[in-house]
């Protein structure tokens, strides 16, 4: 390894030395050979850690996502059979050291089939979590939860975006409107409960025909309903379904069954909603990017708030 893993930044706590990370992977399990820089974000750094019959997984979370490895690890101990095995984490310094979980569904083409076997479970998941969310909070999961979110366009809309100034000024007039679909939403009595906000088929993972789930820093305590945004948007991006596609009713039916019956209409204004607070999370992220690093980030930035302007211009 290298004597520093990634440059420790004014305003991040990531860095760290790399002896320091390969002393404490060795404290815990026994690599059968060299340990890897497996990818490098600004907001977390993952190691390959090679074990005999397998491979293990090492991740350094940034500080605008310190809270995933507490979160991750608390998920796994209430839910063993669909979050991926946690081998040992240290919140105080954001380090987290995963089980393999098996293929991720981005390498069987992230077909439909997958995520209908696998939404029920997420939702459950929430269901459960649902009980836990002031804890969560406590310990720095961001706070989107719906009464909170005409608040957090309004600071989305005091940032700089990357959209021309007509863009912004359609999201600006649709501020109050917002707000009331807000108060529509949180009056329908569905609870804010974890949201992963980047399910999707790079962070889903099959193994022995169990579905898990992964990477967990991008979440917020939020409506619940919120998720498919991302899952939907790949579905389309990588699976090429157009918006019509019957599959979309068929994943929306399918998650919403552990919830109850009658929640379609919910579901489409919690799926409105959810675009405007997926926008609200991005924005996060981009506070901790250098100047340089936003110029990559805002191409899909752009991206998530026009398809949170779609609707705006139709809600």
């Given at each position: 390894?290298?004597?520093?893993?990634f440059e420790r930044r004014a305003d991040?706590?990531?860095?760290?030395?790399?002896?320091?990370?390969?002393?404490?992977?060795?404290?815990?399990?026994?690599?059968?050979?060299?340990?890897?820089?497996?990818?490098?974000?600004?907001?977390?750094?993952?190691?390959?850690?090679?074990?005999?019959?397998?491979?293990?997984?090492?991740?350094?979370?940034?500080?605008?996502?310190?809270?995933?490895?507490?979160?991750?690890?608390?998920?796994?101990?209430?839910?063993?059979?669909?979050?991926?095995?946690?081998?040992?984490?240290?919140?105080?310094?954001?380090?987290?050291?995963?089980?393999?979980?098996?293929?991720?569904?981005?390498?069987?083409?992230?077909?439909?089939?997958?995520?209908?076997?696998?939404?029920?479970?997420?939702?459950?998941?929430?269901?459960?979590?649902?009980?836990?969310?002031?804890?969560?909070?406590?310990?720095?999961?961001?706070?989107?939860?719906?009464?909170?979110?005409?608040?957090?366009?309004?600071?989305?809309?005091?940032?700089?975006?990357?959209?021309?100034?007509?863009?912004?000024?359609?999201?600006?007039?649709?501020?109050?409107?917002?707000?009331?679909?807000?108060?529509?939403?949180?009056?329908?009595?569905?609870?804010?409960?974890?949201?992963?906000?980047?399910?999707?088929?790079?962070?889903?993972?099959?193994?022995d025909g169990r579905f898990r789930i992964?990477?967990?820093?991008?979440?917020?305590?939020?409506?619940?309903?919120?998720?498919?945004?991302?899952?939907?948007?790949f579905l389309e991006e990588i699976t090429?379904?157009?918006?019509?596609?019957?599959?979309?009713?068929?994943?929306?039916?399918?998650?919403?069954?552990?919830?109850?019956?009658?929640?379609?209409?919910?579901?489409?204004?919690?799926?409105?909603?959810?675009?405007?607070?997926?926008?609200?999370?991005?924005?996060?992220?981009?506070?901790?990017?250098?100047?340089?690093?936003?110029?990559?980030?805002?191409?899909?930035?752009?991206?998530?708030?026009?398809?949170?302007?779609?609707?705006?211009?139709?809600?």
């Open positions: 390894m290298p004597n520093r893993l991040d706590s990531s860095g760290v030395a790399g002896e320091e990370v390969e002393a404490w992977i060795r404290a815990r399990v026994s690599p059968a050979g060299a340990i890897e820089v497996a990818h490098e974000r600004p907001w977390a750094t993952v190691l390959r850690v090679p074990v005999a019959g397998g491979q293990f997984w090492f991740k350094a979370c940034g500080a605008v996502q310190a809270f995933e490895p507490r979160l991750t690890a608390s998920l796994f101990e209430r839910w063993p059979d669909r979050i991926a095995e946690v081998l040992d984490h240290d919140p105080e310094r954001g380090w987290l050291l995963l089980a393999d979980a098996g293929t991720p569904v981005g390498d069987m083409g992230n077909p439909p089939e997958v995520w209908l076997a696998a939404l029920p479970a997420y939702a459950e998941l929430q269901q459960g979590e649902s009980t836990h969310t002031l804890d969560h909070l406590s310990h720095g999961v961001p706070d989107l939860r719906v009464e909170t979110l005409p608040e957090r366009l309004d600071e989305l809309l005091r940032r700089e975006l990357p959209l021309d100034a007509a863009e912004v000024a359609r999201l600006r007039a649709f501020a109050p409107r917002f707000a009331e679909l807000c108060r529509d939403l949180d009056a329908r009595g569905i609870p804010n409960t974890i949201q992963h906000d980047d399910l999707h088929h790079r962070n889903l993972y099959e193994r992964l990477d967990w820093g991008d979440s917020s305590i939020s409506h619940p309903f919120a998720s498919l945004v991302v899952t939907f948007r090429k379904l157009p918006p019509d596609d019957p599959w979309f009713v068929w994943l929306r039916d399918a998650y919403l069954e552990p919830w109850g019956s009658g929640l379609a209409e919910s579901f489409e204004l919690a799926f409105c909603v959810g675009t405007f607070a997926h926008a609200c999370a991005w924005a996060r992220q981009r506070d901790h990017l250098s100047d340089e690093e936003r110029v990559q980030f805002d191409v899909p930035f752009a991206n998530v708030l026009r398809r949170a302007l779609a609707y705006a211009d139709v809600s």
